[in-house]
């Protein structure tokens, strides 16, 4: 079992706000009712009520609405430290589905748990908040990269979003990351087909920007992919604890 000091969610949530020792026992005791999901098997459906939300703990999900063509479009993915779900929760029904992408660990999360925790702990809530309003502006950049972002500009944004989420938790660093998606995952979330998501990578590495290759993204001119992103991860509040 994973312990609290170790927990991907503390280390997100201690980016925002400084947690005394009750209260990291509050976070602690959200992550006790522990369960595993194998991969491709949805764990909340779109329309789904009354479910859990879930703390992902190991592994990558994908968050999806899925069309009544049967296409997809992958609004997000989530890796450890991050909330499934909250916001299904609180207002009764999912509006999309989840996926894991690989077999994953999450902590079961009901509804009773939580608002019991923010009524215990007021500044556990206030970092909780923070997260979801920092997954909110996560949402906003993808709306402006699918809809003004050139294809090579978009897929370096989100390469370098993803490096950033990960690094907060303690995965990746300043080279690369592991990394399970696989094509088709990053045509569904960036509007492209999987041909251009080929092209636009294949282009990327031949230039020495990055590479995705064998699970894993290698920066290589990290410094020119952020200027041909226009990345500015001020966004996403990583700027040590605000809340003292």
């Given amino acids: 079992m994973t312990s609290r000091s170790q927990s991907p969610l503390t280390r997100k949530l201690l980016a925002f706000v400084a947690l005394s020792e009750a209260e990291l026992g509050v976070l602690e005791r959200l992550h006790q009712r522990r369960r595993t999901f194998a991969a491709g098997r949805d764990m909340v459906n779109q329309g789904q009520s009354d ?4 703390i992902l703990s190991a592994g990558w999900v994908c968050s999806y609405k899925l069309q009544a063509d049967g296409t997809r479009q992958i609004v997000d993915f989530q890796v450890p430290g991050d909330f499934l ?3 299904s929760v609180l207002l009764r029904t999912s509006d999309h589905s989840f996926e894991p992408i690989v077999t994953i660990e999450a902590a079961e999360v009901l509804k009773a748990d939580l608002l019991a925790a923010f009524e215990e702990t007021p500044r556990l809530a206030t970092a909780i908040l923070w997260a979801a309003s920092r997954d909110e502006a996560m949402v906003v950049e993808h709306l402006v990269g699918i809809g003004r972002r050139d294809a090579h500009a978009r897929m370096a944004h989100f390469l370098l979003e993803l490096g950033s989420r990960l690094a907060l938790v303690g995965i ?16 569904d979330a960036l509007g492209l087909s999987a041909i251009h998501v080929n092209r636009v990578l294949r282009k990327s590495r031949e230039a020495g920007l990055m590479s995705f290759r064998e699970g894993r993204v290698s920066y290589g001119d990290r410094e020119k992919l952020v200027e041909i992103a226009g ?4 966004y996403l509040d990583h700027t040590g604890p605000l809340l003292k």
């Fill in 51 to 54: 479910q859990a939300a879930y």
């Fill in 85 to 87: 779900g909250l916001r």
């Fill in 172 to 187: 990746g660093d300043k080279d690369g990351y592991a990394c399970p998606l696989t094509q088709y995952h990053l045509a």
């Fill in 231 to 234: 990345f500015d991860p001020a």
